[in-house]
């Protein structure tokens, strides 16, 4: 049985299948649209830095070939070949997309999935449907990436501004040809190579003569699947496109800057100059240099004062309008710059940090709600509903400083929630099926989908006659609160921490209640205060987290 993810979901590849030749089939459609589908090679910025890694239908494979477009075959709308032990090490991010050529939007599709075979097995798959969407016209469906080691996600974020907006993302742009370029059909499972799926998987129509079948591979779709659907319009590959860096005229590239990009996008590319590769065959021609530069918010960083630029609409040679702050000014750049540090960091996952004090949560990632501590929202946009968790041990945890309650709400809809609270620094911890044990007392938000529970550490001397603990296990993301930056250390026998300042520690990791207090030190003035500590035991690697704070 392959396993089944949900959007948001994520798993390392390496827990789905031991092999490194995998097969990644798409299989999406709706009345009346055809679709691209494409796979960006992107580097550790998250930036299309090299052309010959976008693999379309004009360039069916990267150079070294660890990725390969097979064409509709097996049942898929369109399927890929990748090598992961061959990709070269500056591709830190494999994205599979779909765009719809045309009119129409994503929210008219019909029930699809992207899947991923290996040894002839269906390990993982990813179903989605229009119900997911709305005016998209351009998805990211999901994400190979290298975190230590290679991991899937499930990511079904779009665009509405379909192809145009998905190349801006990634650091690209669309330009169209002054002629069109002959029409090119996707490959043909009949020319494929020999580890390609059985043939009645292959796009209706005549087949180019090619070697004798071989035996398929054990990375190739299990047999039985049914056959795909009609193949699209030819009017897919009427405008080829073009993707290059933008670089302003004449060449000066400003030193890099977060830039504003519209909700759900990834940071605007911003590699550095010089660094692009040629365009590969197909492509078309990168636009003149006369090219105006395009306004901020399009992938062009906006370049910080004194840099002598135009400012957005002013013809070069004549006067600024009047209002305007001359060029050169210390801060002739407004408001607009002056802001720009503070602006949002759009990303594609489900949890994102804005800064060290202000985390943000995708609800429409992942499908599930989000538990958070009572008032720890400081904003929420879209459609998005708050309920009180109901009551129940596992809903009011008793604080171990103030005795206090804390009382959970219950965040649901499709929206982005930013939680914060008085300013204190913010952790994501993001679970693999693994577990930790969480102070309540710093527990600001957490998945719903992982378990939890609540555990006590009675002792005399504590605060409030014990200490409260959550601890979460399964697959999902925490965001845990400190008092300044916290420290990891390895649990020891001689390990002891103050109850005020332990923030987390391994769920294998046992607590005892350590008193030094003697009847005659306690007698007179000069006691330490440190009388009640907690003794942390456990074998080699396990940890426990500290934060620099006492009550």
């Not at 477009?69 to 494999?94: C, N, Y």
């Not at 398929?216 to 073009?242: D, K, L, N, Y």
């Not at 998945?447 to 601890?471: C, K, N, S, W």
């Amino acid at each position: 049985m392959p396993r089944e993810f949900q959007r948001g979901h994520k798993a390392r590849i390496s827990d789905l299948t031991a092999g490194t030749d995998l097969y990644v089939g798409v299989q999406i459609s709706g009345p009346g649209l055809t679709f691209d589908i494409s796979c960006f090679g992107l580097d550790a910025d998250e930036r299309l830095s090299d052309d010959r890694y976008f693999v379309f239908f004009n360039q069916p494979k990267s150079p070294e070939e660890s990725i390969q477009l097979l064409g509709a075959q097996a049942g898929d709308t369109e399927s890929f070949r990748v090598t992961l032990d061959r990709i070269p090490p500056q591709i830190k991010k494999l994205s599979f997309t779909a765009t719809i050529d045309g009119a129409g939007q994503m929210s008219q599709i019909g029930p699809g999935y992207l899947r991923i075979v290996a040894g002839g097995e269906e390990v993982a798959r990813y179903a989605f449907s229009g119900s997911e969407f709305t005016t998209e016209r351009a998805v990211m469906l999901g994400d190979f990436y290298l975190k230590d080691v290679w991991r899937f996600a499930a990511v079904g974020q779009g665009f509405d501004g379909g192809l145009e907006a998905l190349l801006k993302n990634f650091g690209g742009e669309v330009a169209e040809e002054e002629s069109p370029a002959p029409q090119q059909e996707p490959p043909q499972a009949a020319g494929a190579p020999g580890f390609a799926p059985p043939a009645f998987g292959a796009p209706s129509g005549p087949a180019a003569p090619g070697p004798a079948p071989q035996p398929a591979q054990g990375f190739a779709p299990p047999a039985g699947a049914t056959p795909p659907p009609p193949a699209p319009s030819p009017s897919v590959h009427a405008a080829p496109t073009i993707v290059a860096p933008m670089t302003p005229p004449g060449g000066i590239v400003p030193p890099p800057s977060p830039a504003p990009a519209p909700y759900g996008q990834q940071p605007p590319y911003g590699g550095p100059p010089g660094q692009t590769a040629p365009p590969p065959p197909g492509y078309g021609q990168p636009p003149a240099p006369q090219a105006p530069v395009p306004p901020p918010g399009y992938g062009q960083p906006t370049p910080p004062p004194g840099y002598g630029q135009q400012p957005y609409g002013q013809v070069p040679g004549q006067p600024a309008p009047y209002g305007a702050a001359p060029q050169g000014a210390p801060q002739g750049a407004g408001v607009t710059a002056a802001l720009q540090q503070f602006k949002e960091t759009p990303t594609g996952q489900r949890w994102t940090l804005q800064n060290s004090k202000l985390v943000r949560a995708d609800l429409g990632m992942g499908g599930q709600p989000v538990l958070a501590r009572q008032g720890s929202m400081v904003l929420y946009q879209g459609k998005v509903d708050f309920s009180y968790k109901g009551a129940g041990f596992a809903g009011r945890v008793v604080g171990n400083a103030t005795g206090q309650e804390m009382q959970l709400m219950r965040c649901t809809g499709q929206g982005q929630v930013f939680f914060a609270e008085r300013s204190t620094h913010l952790h994501p911890v993001e679970l693999q099926g693994d577990a930790i044990c969480v102070s309540a007392e710093n527990v600001l938000a957490f998945d719903e989908g992982l378990q939890y529970e609540v555990r006590r550490v009675e002792g005399h001397g504590i605060p409030g006659g014990a200490l409260f603990t959550m601890q979460f296990q399964g697959t999902g993301t925490i965001v845990v609160k400190t008092h300044g930056t916290p420290v990891v250390l390895p649990v020891t026998p001689t390990t002891f921490v103050d109850s005020n300042a332990v923030v987390a520690w391994s769920a294998a990791a046992q607590v005892i209640v350590s008193s030094q207090v003697r009847m005659r030190r306690n007698a007179y003035p000069g006691h330490t205060g440190e009388g009640v500590n907690l003794q942390f035991r456990a074998a080699p690697g396990n940890f426990v987290v500290v934060q620099p704070y006492e009550v």
